[in-house]
């Protein structure tokens, strides 16, 4: 058991790890390289007037983290779910904890079908947990080629045995351990495009791109990987549009579930999500332990 899971590897999740670490919280960071890492120059970060790469300025964070005692697992969230603690998923393993911290950065989803807005609510749906119960025994499919798309379509599969993965042309991207579930459920993989859903008002069918016409009652977006978008659904935190709300303090309103970085409001900067991860993690640290060590309020 965790005090604190941070979900992401960036400025934000890599400060926040820092702050927790040195508070003594057992915390575990989960996440991959993040786009930053590929970064030559960056100029405008305070302490490195010559300017630091990506890599150099996160492998130091990392390094200082972990002096801290912060354990990494350079691994994806496919899942995080609260009861009375968190438990979250990756794709080879489990994880509780007391708390969290989402600072997975920015991501947008298309999912390429031309007129997916106009069915929204309507038979696609962004969250299985949040809306599978809707499509009980009914025909379903996943729109997805990565682990997260397997995860939701093997979730589905528990409510409605008629479960497909669409993977919108793109080449399955699903670990080992996925492809045996998959197979095990005998869920189908499927690399054709979906171009147009029809039904009125509700979904009935999909339309794919060679024209083929297949009954369909729910289309579930689970491209890429799971978002901080995906996560507040089931956590039931606020969003706006592709972003986490969050107080002054990081505080999303969920207890305790906390955001910084580029996943919340606001300019997309390292200096930001660095300010936001110290906060996110002070915040956790007063609700682990019921107080911080310095008045910060
Ligand atoms: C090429 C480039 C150059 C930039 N240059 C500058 C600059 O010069 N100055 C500046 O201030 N800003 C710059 N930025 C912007 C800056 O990098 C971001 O504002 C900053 O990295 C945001 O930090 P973050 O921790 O919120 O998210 P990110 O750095 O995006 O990190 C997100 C983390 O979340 C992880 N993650 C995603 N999904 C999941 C999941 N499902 N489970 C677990 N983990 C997950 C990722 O693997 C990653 O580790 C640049 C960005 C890029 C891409």
Redesign the pocket.
């Known amino acids: 058991m965790y005090d604190l899971i941070i ?8 400060t926040a790890a820092v702050y927790a670490g040195r508070a003594g919280l057992k915390t575990l960071v ?7 890492w ?2 030559e ?5 305070l302490g490195f007037p010559e300017g630091i790469s ?1 890599q150099e300025l996160l492998e130091k964070g990392r390094e200082q983290a972990e002096k801290y005692g912060a354990e990494f697992v350079d ?4 899942s995080v779910l609260k009861a009375e603690n968190f438990t979250v998923k990756t794709s080879s393993k489990e994880f509780e904890s007391k708390a969290i911290i989402i ?5 947008f989803k298309l999912s390429g079908i031309d007129n997916e807005a106009d069915f929204v609510g309507q038979g696609v749906s962004y969250c299985v947990t949040c809306d599978g119960f809707f499509f009980r025994k009914k025909k379903v499919c996943v729109v997805g080629s990565e682990d ?1 798309a397997a995860n939701e379509a093997l979730e589905l599969h528990e409510i409605s045995q008629d479960v497909t993965i669409f993977t919108q042309s793109n080449e399955p991207n699903f670990s080992e351990e996925m492809k045996k579930k998959l197979d095990a459920h005998s869920i189908t993989v499927d690399t054709h495009k979906i171009k147009l859903l029809k039904g009125n008002p509700l979904v009935s069918h999909i339309i794919l791109e060679t024209g083929e016409e297949i009954e369909m009652n729910g289309v579930f977006v689970a491209l890429g ?3 901080s978008v995906d ?1 507040s659904r089931t956590l039931g935190v606020v969003t706006e549009g592709n972003f986490i709300k969050v107080d002054g303090l990081c505080k999303t309103g969920v207890e305790g579930v906390f955001a ?4 919340t409001q606001g300019p ?6 660095v300010g936001q ?1 110290a906060v996110a993690a002070l915040s956790t640290i007063e609700f682990v332990k019921g107080s911080v060590s310095v008045d910060w309020h």
């Open positions: 979900l992401g590897r960036g400025p934000a999740g890599l989960l996440g991959k390289e993040p786009l930053v590929k970064s120059k960056i100029e405008n970060y990506g691994e994806l969230a496919i600072s997975t950065g920015v991501s997260y990987t799971a978002s996560f910084a970085g580029d996943c997309r900067q390292i200096a930001k999500a991860g």
